[in-house]
């Protein structure tokens, strides 16, 4: 059954087995972090865990892949 | 945290819980869960060795047979075959998943690898032998705003799609060069996108001699051509998409026609949402180049594991089949395997297996030949393209390095840092080569996989306490 996630506290509908990089793509939400230097926004690129331009924050955690982390019920995606 | 966390699918019951490190000690270990490592993994444990396959990911199936969980949908052929593969080696063997390799360390004739879970424990399996089926990823090439989100690696759409169910976009560019482009298209279009093009850097074929189209062997591979008229799908040959344009996000991109060596001669402006390019793949090695395997340069000027007609690698031990070896297909991935599974398990190949691999490698290294890299790309960039995305190098430094006499891709790193970053050079590496003049060399990465500081001091332990 498809459940939510939330970025930023907004809802995202997710399918079960999806990613979170992937759940947030479909949603449109297609940029979630912006570069250290330049502040340009990225989101997923490589969509394998290859480039690392996918990293995101997920229930305040260390920044994971969000091209390979899958998502859970209730999970909070936090962008700033 | 619950050491029952199946985040990313970890058959818990095979995972004991009660330790915060787990085990394993096996005849052989294969790295990669897709069609060579479960062809490997399956034919070595049918006769009789005990084995043990890690894979990264959430399911088998490594990139081509990477489906949703459940029943599988979609109509990847030769899925069903792969999952009966699959769930006879769940039967036969241990198949960890979830569980990323970060190094393989030798003691005399016993390797061990190392792995770290999602949640962060450390698990070391000893085995005599190794397969190392690790795959390939995308090879990117550089251009103006090719950072932006909205832009992704063809093989990036492909997991999109094929993984979680997922259509990259609305209004679809697909570019680059190689066979590869064609089911990353005909499956957008299949899943509802509208595919504005392919435009392919190579060719003069056009898509009716296509050389997969040509090959004929398969109906999967006409059926590409079918599916791109169906869904009137343009296949442009001698075109590429040169620079990538939008505040935010992608909004449109320039579509160049190009001469023979990708110099630009015409431009216009398409509007679009989502590009997917691919300019070939990087065989992923680290594992092997760090056991100390010879390397030799494949068609594509790709570093690749030297094997012989075994599959076994110039280290003790070590044994190498799919991409890691040169890339040549899904068919060709699982026949190594099957060959390395045979010569782990000390059965002769048969000639048959033999001849069928050499006729699938030489198919591979045509298609390299006839889908090169030319130079003419280094004309697409500008001062301030990005060159290395995680440290965002621009052109400008890259070059600025070479002037200041930088001779080759190592010294650019150190005086300008591309490839320092997170993914340790896996997506500029090529073109950082190019750039300084040289083909690319094996990548030297002691930690596959960057891992924790508690993880690197387990392993300390480890030597202490053999
Ligand atoms: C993103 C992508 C998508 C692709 N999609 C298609 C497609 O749709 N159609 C097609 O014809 N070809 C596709 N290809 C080409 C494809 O690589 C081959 O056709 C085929 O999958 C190769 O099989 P393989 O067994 O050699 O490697 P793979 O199928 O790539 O399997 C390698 C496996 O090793 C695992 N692995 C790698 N390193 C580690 C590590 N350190 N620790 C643990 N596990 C590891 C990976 O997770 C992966 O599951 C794709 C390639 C890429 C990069
Ligand atoms: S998109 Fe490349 S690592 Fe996630």
Same mark, same amino acid.
């Given at each position: 059954m498809t459940f939510q996630i939330t970025i930023d506290g907004r809802a995202v509908p997710v399918e079960p087995g999806q990613t979170i990089g992937a759940a947030l793509h479909a949603a449109g939400v297609r940029a979630w972090r912006t570069t250290r230097f330049g502040g340009r926004p990225r989101g997923l690129f490589c969509g394998i865990g290859v480039c690392f331009d996918c990293l995101i924050t997920v229930n305040g955690r260390p920044p994971e892949r969000a091209c390979l982390l899958e998502a859970r019920p209730g999970d909070e995606v936090t962008t700033a | 945290m619950s050491p029952t966390d199946d985040r990313v699918g970890v058959p818990n019951d095979r995972i004991p819980h009660d330790r915060v490190r787990d085990d394993y000690t096996c005849d052989l270990a294969v790295v990669g869960g897709g069609p060579a490592g479960v062809a490997g993994a399956l034919t070595a444990a049918l006769r009789g060795l005990s084995v043990v396959l890690v894979d990264s990911g959430a399911r088998l199936g490594g990139q081509y047979f990477r489906h949703p969980p459940g029943a599988a949908r979609g109509g990847t052929p030769g899925l069903d075959r792969f999952l009966r593969q699959a769930r006879a080696l769940g039967e036969r063997a241990e198949v960890l998943l979830g569980h990323q390799v970060w190094t393989v360390t030798r003691d005399g004739d016993r390797l061990t690898v190392h792995c770290r879970t999602p949640d962060g424990r450390t698990v070391a399996i000893r085995c005599r032998d190794l397969l190392i089926a690790t795959g390939a990823h995308d090879r990117p090439l550089p251009f103006p705003g090719w950072d932006l989100p909205g832009v992704l690696t063809a093989g990036g759409a492909q997991a999109l799609l094929k993984g979680n169910g997922v259509v990259a976009g609305g209004r679809v560019v697909v570019a680059g060069t190689g066979p590869f482009l064609l089911p990353v298209a005909t499956g957008l279009a299949g899943a509802g996108a509208e595919v504005l093009g392919v435009f392919e850097a190579n060719g003069g074929l056009g898509l009716a001699r296509h050389p997969v189209l040509a090959a004929g062997k398969a109906g999967e591979a006409a059926g590409y051509g079918l599916a791109m008229a169906r869904h009137r799908v343009p296949y442009r040959t001698h075109q590429a998409v040169i620079a990538a344009h939008g505040e935010r996000e992608l909004e449109a991109v320039t579509v160049a026609r190009l001469d023979a060596d990708w110099n630009v001669l015409a431009t216009r402006e398409l509007a679009c949402d989502t590009l997917a390019v691919g300019y070939g793949f990087v065989p992923q090695i680290e594992l092997g180049v760090e056991l100390g395997c010879e390397t030799r340069q494949d068609a594509d000027g790709m570093p690749v594991l030297a094997v012989d007609d075994r599959q076994r690698t110039t280290a003790r031990g070590v044994w190498a089949a799919g991409e890691p070896v040169g890339v040549g297909g899904r068919y060709l991935a699982e026949l190594e395997g099957r060959i390395a599974g045979l010569a782990v398990a000390g059965v002769p190949v048969p000639g048959v297996l033999a001849r069928r691999r050499r006729r699938l490698r030489?198919?591979?290294?045509? %298609?390299?030949?006839?889908?090169?890299?030319?130079?003419? @790309?280094?004309? @697409? %960039?500008? +001062? +301030?393209?990005?060159? /290395?995305? /995680?440290?965002?190098? !621009?052109?400008?430094?890259?070059?600025?390095? %070479?002037?200041?006499?930088?001779?080759?891709?190592?010294?650019?790193? %150190?005086?300008?840092? !591309?490839g320092m970053g997170w993914c340790q050079g896996r997506i500029c590496g090529y073109a950082v080569a190019c750039l300084a003049g040289e083909s690319p060399r094996p990548p030297r990465r002691p930690i596959a996989q960057p891992i924790s500081l508690g993880a690197l001091a387990e392993l300390d332990l480890d030597f202490d306490t053999p």
């Open positions: - | 030489a198919f591979g290294e045509a %298609l390299h030949h006839a889908y090169p890299v030319k130079p003419g @790309w280094q004309g @697409w %960039l500008r +001062d +301030d393209t990005l060159v /290395c995305r /995680c440290e965002e190098v !621009p052109v400008a430094r890259v070059r600025a390095a %070479l002037e200041l006499g930088a001779t080759d891709a190592r010294s650019v790193k %150190l005086l300008a840092r !591309p």
